[in-house]
């Protein structure tokens, strides 16, 4: 469950956090926190998780040929 701190800081089985942190920890500790902080936190609502998208395909890129860089005139 991702929620908002809104409490200075306190520690929960992430670790500490402080305010304005959104964290992702167990139902059954927000349900534990909200009893004896009941400000402290802030459920998120959850959102509906996308596919990734496939990465584009790089184009391929030819090699023309190079020509020599010597030079061809010399006097």
């Known amino acids: 469950m991702r929620v908002l701190v809104k409490y200075r800081s ?5 670790g500490r956090v ?3 942190e959104i964290i992702d920890i167990p139902e059954a500790e ?3 926190i909200c009893v004896t902080k009941p400000l402290a ?4 609502p959850e959102l509906p998780l996308e596919k990734p998208k496939p990465a584009p395909k790089k184009a391929v890129v030819k ?3 190079r020509t020599s860089a010597k030079s061809v005139n010399k006097d």
């Open 30 to 32: 927000y349900k534990k």
């Open 10 to 14: 306190m520690s929960t089985s992430v």
């Open 18 to 20: 402080r305010n304005g």
């Open 63 to 65: 090699k023309r040929a």
């Open 41 to 44: 936190l802030e459920a998120l």
